[in-house]
């Protein structure tokens, strides 16, 4: 799908007016949960349609493929972009040269990689941790065991800063585990809240499970699909680089 077929700042608005319904039934304001719009295979007209409406946050997965949009979106200087992909450690200086955030470091080298390479005229890097909230075999993230413990050497690099924790629960329509995986990781949120300073960020929810992410303290929701529309198989499918 285009933009021909789909109206992204008619969706951009369906999202923040949900975000705000969903933050008033369990009481939350909703300027604490902001909008990651994900985009993520999808061109840089589309990320500038998004980026009229006032929208300054974008997520992306690949590296070759964000660089390039990065570059050619250079004089919009007030675009914030997200990192929320695998990251190989010999691709970690292009999130550290280019990004303002990184989602899903799940392991040491991988952070003192990126605060080794932070440009000295540099803010430090915003991090968030990727947990492995439901113990999957073949998913990235730390265990939830181990999150304290990689937090604390995180935490002592100079060019990061550690803002916080993010998660893809298993996939599921089941509305009860969803809600178990959310408030495991609402938990250990609030745990490292107490250990480290700065911690503000709780990145989880997405198109589809967005409104249970708010219910349980998400402070950050990553939106692809319900705002840039579905994204082909064939791209969808493309190896991370
Ligand atoms: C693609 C992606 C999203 C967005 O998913 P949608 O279902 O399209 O909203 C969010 N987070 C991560 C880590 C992703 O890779």
């Not at 975000?19 to 994900?38: F, G, M, Q, S, T």
């Not at 409406?53 to 007030?78: C, M, P």
């Not at 065991?145 to 050497?153: F, G, H, P, R, V």
């Not at 745990?191 to 589809?208: A, E, H, K, R, V």
Request: hydrophobic share 40%.
């Amino acid at each position: 799908m285009t933009a021909d077929t789909v109206d992204i700042a008619e969706n951009i608005q369906h999202i923040r007016a949900s975000i705000a319904v969903a933050a008033e039934k369990c009481a939350r304001n909703a300027n604490d949960i902001h909008l990651l719009a994900v985009s993520k295979t999808k061109p840089v007209s589309d990320i500038l349609l998004a980026y009229k409406t006032g929208h300054r946050d974008f997520g992306e997965n690949y590296v070759q493929e964000s660089v390039e949009k990065i570059q050619a979106l250079a004089q919009y200087s007030d675009i914030v972009w997200h990192f929320i992909g695998p990251l190989q450690s010999n691709k970690s200086k292009f999130v550290a040269e280019y990004f303002d955030w990184m989602h899903s470091v799940d392991r040491f080298k991988i952070a003192k990689r990126l605060s080794d390479q932070r440009g000295p005229y540099q803010a430090p890097l915003n991090i968030c941790i990727q947990v492995n909230i439901d113990k999957e075999p073949n998913k990235a993230g730390v265990m939830p065991d181990e999150l304290i413990e990689l937090a604390t050497q995180i935490s002592s690099l100079p060019r990061i800063r550690l803002r916080g924790i993010m998660a893809i629960p298993k996939a599921t329509n089941k509305l009860d585990e969803q809600r178990a995986s959310f408030a495991h990781m609402q938990a250990l949120f609030k745990q490292c809240q107490q250990q480290f300073s700065d911690f503000d960020t709780l990145s989880m929810g997405m198109s589809n499970d967005m409104n249970v992410a708010i219910e349980h303290g998400s402070t950050m929701v990553r939106v692809g699909t319900a705002i840039f529309g579905a994204r082909t198989a064939s791209v969808q499918n493309k190896v991370p680089q």
